[in-house]
């Protein structure tokens, strides 16, 4: 399990951001307590991850269960490479996810990336290993980072609801691109992550419902 930030320290990481950046104080006000969102690490939460991309919550996770079963509850490189491809797409794998998860376990097999030792590794080198394998792009590596390793400066620019979020905080008219919202996230570091863990809580709220945005940009 990933050391997170516990609810002191997160809430220690919001009262800083709201400081050094008031934009945010209307997000900070609509988002209760919340707690670090968790995944399990290593190969297991990398492939989790590309199994749930594109698809809805509730169709992931019956694919991934039939995953879970099909492999024996073995979630290992090793048990996957010991299917072919053609047999994992029997566990409701398209093919090419199936072509993924091949290439992330000989990408650990092969030594190319080794999950219990990428905690060793910066943020920006841990990124760069991880896109250098075929299948993971740079949303999916940012996050595995943030909810799989608990790494706290960490920021999916290229997240579209985080991109929803910021501009309400700064009354833009356009959403900012992935480069533009990068840019933006600057000013929050060393609590990027939390940041995208409150503007996240923000847009949810707002999209259900909980949280009225009566002057939000139309």
């Known amino acids: 399990m990933p050391a997170v930030p516990t609810p002191v320290q997160i809430a220690a990481a919001r009262e800083a951001l709201v400081a050094s950046d008031p934009a945010l104080a209307r997000a900070h006000a609509g988002t209760p307590v919340f707690e670090w969102r ?58 090419q996810k199936a072509r993924y998860a091949h ?40 996050t595995f980072l943030m909810f799989c390793e608990g790494r706290q400066d960490v920021f999916p620019a290229g997240d579209i609801a985080l991109q929803e979020a910021m501009r309400w905080a700064d009354g833009a008219t356009l959403r900012p691109t992935a480069k533009q919202a990068s840019a933006r996230a600057e000013i929050w570091r060393p609590h990027r992550s939390v940041a995208a863990h409150l503007l996240w809580g923000w847009y949810g709220a707002v999209k259900r419902g909980e949280v009225a945005l009566e002057d939000r940009p139309a």
């Open 103 to 142: 290439e992330i376990a000989r990408a650990h097999v092969e030594g190319r990336i080794n999950f219990g030792h990428l905690e060793r590794f910066s943020d920006e080198e841990a990124i760069a290993r991880l896109v250098a394998i075929n299948g993971v792009g740079q949303w999916t590596a940012e």
């Open 38 to 95: 968790v995944r399990t690490g290593g190969y297991e939460g990398l492939l989790h991850m590309i199994v749930d991309q594109q698809v809805s919550v509730a169709a992931a996770a019956a694919i991934w269960k039939r995953v879970v079963d099909g492999l024996g509850g073995e979630i290992t490189p090793q048990a996957v490479l010991a299917r072919d491809p053609a047999e994992l797409r029997t566990f409701g794998l398209s093919g």
